[in-house]
């Protein structure tokens, strides 16, 4: 079974400049997440999906961040203007619905230096 | 509001156990995870215990959950080197929702 693919791998970007990230769920995996790592910290929600449905995007910052999950499979994750502080590590994560526990996949994720 | 706390830094000597150690404020919780993230990877699903679990043993891993005290513990046996790497603690609501630690580096010591 293929897991989560995200890309790129690495991306430095001057600050002001924009950048999106792109991430491909695992087949059949009707939820999607993106979580912002700051390094030495867990993962922070920004936004998940149910299919192509926004369920929470409570720590998303609006101003500059957006996210769009087309036809309910890949999603893409953009942040213009880019700021110092959004430098991090931003994972792709997807899990299949329904009830009980729900494991969550986690792409290698995409590091992002802004300088 | 929701938080989960680990310590940051865990060392053990190669053979030894290592307990790995989370609080979470909010009893709501329907499941707790242990996550592993090795250098350069992604996070890896480790274990899980439900919250009206006490205790969950998998190979070499021991999951202990006391609800009373909002606590929960990962124990690994017979410690490895290729058990290096940064351990998550996470707990689940009732939306799916996860709500993570900062992580448990365990170093390893020959």
């Known amino acids: 079974e293929a897991g989560v693919a995200q890309s790129p791998r690495y991306k430095i970007i001057e600050k002001r400049q924009s950048v999106a990230f792109w991430c491909n769920p695992i087949?059949?995996?009707?939820?999607l997440y993106w979580y912002q790592q700051i390094l030495g910290q867990g993962p922070k929600l920004l936004i998940q999906f149910q299919n192509n449905g926004v369920v929470d995007d409570s720590q998303l910052p609006k101003d500059r961040f957006s996210a769009e999950r087309l036809k309910g499979v890949d999603s893409t994750l953009k942040i213009q203007p880019a700021k110092l502080e959004d430098s991090a590590v931003y994972l792709c994560?997807?899990?299949?619905?329904?009830?009980?526990?729900?494991?969550?996949?986690f792409g290698q994720g995409t590091r992002l230096t802004v300088v | 509001g929701e938080d989960v706390e680990q310590s940051l830094f865990l060392s053990v000597r190669e053979g030894d156990s290592s307990v790995i150690n989370c609080t979470y404020t909010?009893?709501?919780?329907?499941?707790l995870y242990w996550y592993k993230q090795e250098p350069g990877a992604g996070l890896q699903l480790l274990t899980y215990i439900f919250s009206n679990m006490d205790m969950k043993q998998d190979q070499r891993l021991t999951v202990l959950l006391n609800k009373k005290d909002k606590h929960l513990s990962l124990r690994i046996a017979d410690t490895q080197t290729g058990d290096s790497a940064i351990y998550f603690c996470a707990e689940q609501y009732s939306n799916y929702q996860l709500i993570w630690g900062a992580g448990t580096k365990l170093i390893i010591k020959p």
């Open positions: 909010d009893s709501s919780s329907t499941y």
């Open positions: 994560a997807s899990s299949s619905s329904g009830t009980g526990n729900t494991e969550a996949f």
């Open positions: 087949s059949g995996h009707a939820t």
